[in-house]
């Protein structure tokens, strides 16, 4: 069972997400050598758009696709068994509790990095307005502290919340810019770690060609 | 031997065609042969050169593939360049929150424009860009309730319709001309033609530039444009009499004037990428840039070639 999804997985990815991505959305990619090729890693990205995740799965090679877990909220992703099935299953995604406090939320993160998997992490936690960079939450600080040998890609990600912004259903195909930062690992201080991670992601910001988005 | 010439009868329509293909293969093999060399001596120079001559052979795969499957693939792929040429541009230039729909429309009208080439209906593809799309995205902007910018972006979304549908449409008008109008090569040899010409120049540019003047991009040079009119005219000038119906006079004066469109096309899209801000209208092809920065010398000499070759040889148009 687990051997038939990951194929129909891959299957997916080079047959149609990646052909519709390149073909349909149209995705500029910069700095691709900085991509972990092995994990465990995390890629951190700004979050705009479900296209995000599409976005950042099409980045990696198809034999990495069993590592790589984009890490999804369980309260919205997981809530009727056909969207967990198709969440867990086509996008192998990692479903985290933000709802439940008593719960440990990372342990699942955790465990994923301990072996040696790559999670796709969106730091503002939800894809917010379009175009624009929210606050970043710090589960992701607390999860490096954790798996301290995991490095950190930090991504910016520019374009998708014109293709499709949170709230609207008009999917808009618009050229997407993915602009892949060189990684870093834990710092040793959760305040010094975070301010790294958004300096690096909105210093990558500027190398993305201007968007007209008035 | 009699097998392998079945075979070639049955892809190319004529000898001449499948002789004129064998010509581009021998170009694309001194170029990987160039692309080879050439970094080793001079990487600062050269090092764009393999990428550009790889994305060559994809184009030319894709465009000589299209061509040879006939008018109606070629229709297919054409409408798929002019959708990635419309995407690449209406995300570089303004455009306001509001205006998704509008651009979802115009990405409507290149199915709308190519639907004419298929119901192989001249007339429709004719008022179809210029009149009936431009009204549908000036009613759609303006029901977006935001006075400020309305006048602009529907200049904005009028000049992507055009340039990357109107003007590249034009090719596939050409691929409908009935082949009795034609030589043995039929519509095939007619766009092979023009490809071929137009991106000869394009090719004949970035030689110079590299070797005489590589600091300066091509096609920002004096030598470099004489390169590709000389090229360009010569290409086509030479090849007219097998591929197109055209008498010598004719295909010297449709000749001379293709590369002084191609041109024009080059530096309207260089205008907008300096407003713009950026060097590439995207990074689909590697070593050349976006599908509108490859394609807008092209889409530029198109109505031209389609206009005068009609006007001096085609009962169709």
Sequence with gaps: ?214 | METAGAGLSAVFPSPALALGYSGVVALLLLGTLAAALLPRLDPARFADLPARVRTWWILFAVAGGALLAGWAVFTLVLAAISYIAVREFVSLAPTRKEDRGAVLFVYASVAISYGAVFADSYAAFLVIAPIYIFVGAAVLLSLAGRPEGFLTTAGVLQFGVIVCVYFTGHLALLMRVPAEELGPSGPAGLVFLVLLATQAGGVADYVVQTLAAPDAAPGTSLRGRLAHGVVSAGAFIALAPVFSPLQTWQAVVVGIGLPVWALCGDQVVRAMRRELGVQSTSLLLPGHGGALDRLAGLAFAAPWCFHMIAFFALERY
């Design chain 1, 1 to 214: 069972m687990a051997g038939f999804a990951l194929m129909l997985r891959r299957l997916l990815l080079v047959l149609i997400l990646r052909p519709f991505a390149w073909l349909v959305i149209g995705v500029d990619v910069r700095g691709r050598r900085n991509l972990p090729a092995s994990g465990p890693a995390i890629v951190a990205a700004n979050h705009n758009s479900h296209i995000d995740t599409l976005l950042l799965i099409c980045l990696f090679p198809s034999r990495l696709l069993r590592q790589v877990r984009p890490v999804a909220a369980a309260d919205h992703f997981f809530k009727t068994p056909l969207s967990s099935w198709f969440a867990r299953h086509v996008l192998g995604a990692l479903p985290v509790e933000r709802a439940n406090a008593r719960r440990d939320m990372l342990a699942g993160c955790e465990a994923a990095l301990k072996r040696g998997e790559i999670l796709l992490i969106f730091p503002e936690g939800t894809r917010g307005e379009a175009e624009e960079l929210g606050d970043f939450k710090t589960g992701i600080a607390r999860l490096a502290e954790r798996a301290p040998d995991a490095a950190i890609t930090p991504v910016y990600l520019q374009g998708a919340g014109r293709v499709l912004p949170r709230g609207s259903r008009l999917f808009t195909p618009f050229n997407c810019a993915v602009i892949v930062g060189e990684p870093f690992t834990w710092c040793g201080d959760r305040k010094a770690f975070m301010t790294r991670l958004r300096a690096a992601i909105e210093a990558l910001k500027s190398d993305a060609p201007p968007l007209r988005w008035l």
